[in-house]
């Protein structure tokens, strides 16, 4: 249990049974204002069971979720949750698409589509109002997705591998991307990854979740701390710090 928490928002004690068959065990962690975490793992281990808890999707049966000190266990709505695939609906605009949140929370379509349309320079999304999901690539796809994620005005975002699906080029851009938009939204992150490199490029800290009923087995501070050269990725501290995640997955 977590004393003294200064988080902007954690859990504690995280429990999630299916039939009675435990999924994720004893789960906590913690976010600080502004941050950025991975949660690392092989497939199978409950991570996105996980998120589903922590944004309120489902309910634990065991442990407490809160925000900026309030309890909001089996509360949605009080943090942003982005699934793997961008979920963009077809014959919707992509502006149409991005206000999506602001119209189910009551606001009138012309107002939102005003207050949406000033975040589109931000978001390299300039010029694409008006066209439709399938006019775009994969990478302004997520950006999208992303826009309409943050639409919500939340300032925590659970992100469950938002970029798997692109090639390993447009991935690396869109990490780079992501890592600025955050940092000028001052939105804290918490990423579901498969990649140990993602992981360390953008993280402050990597939680490991392995085993079955899904535990954290580890939990590593980055060095050095953001925001990082980008020679990173070909440091010595990259190196090690990426062997020690492979070994403590199993990878190694």
Not at 85 to 102: H, S
Not at 238 to 243: L, T, V
């Amino acid at each position: 249990m977590f004393t003294n928490n200064t988080a902007q928002f954690y859990c504690e004690g995280i429990v999630k049974e299916y039939y009675e068959v435990p999924v994720v065990q004893d789960i906590s962690l913690e976010l600080p204002e502004g941050g950025f975490i991975s949660l690392l793992g092989p497939s199978g281990v409950g991570k996105t069971t996980l998120f589903n808890v922590l944004s309120g999707v489902e309910k634990p049966d065991g442990g407490r979720v809160y925000l900026n000190g309030e309890d909001i266990t089996g509360v949605s709505g009080k943090v942003s949750y982005m699934l793997q695939k961008d979920l963009l609906l077809e014959y919707r605009t992509v502006l149409d698409n991005v206000i999506l949140p602001l119209l189910i929370r009551g606001e009138k379509k012309k107002a939102a589509r005003e207050q949406a349309a000033c975040f589109f320079p931000i978001f390299g999304l300039t010029g694409y109002e008006k066209k439709y999901p399938y006019e775009l690539s994969g990478g302004m796809r997520q950006r999208a997705a992303l826009l309409r994620t943050c639409m919500t005005h939340n300032s925590v975002i659970l992100l469950d591998e938002p970029f798997s699906a692109l090639d390993a080029i447009t991935r690396r851009k869109m990490q780079a991307w992501y890592a600025e938009i955050a940092e000028q939204m001052k939105v804290s992150t918490l990423f579901i990854t498969h990649d140990v490199e993602e992981a360390l490029i953008l993280s402050d800290t990597v939680y490991i979740l392995n085993g079955k009923p899904g535990k954290i087995t580890n939990k590593i501070e980055v060095i050095p701390p953001r925001p990082r050269d980008r020679d990173f990725p070909v440091s010595n501290e990259f190196a090690q710090q990426k062997r020690f995640i492979l070994e403590a997955i199993g990878d190694k």
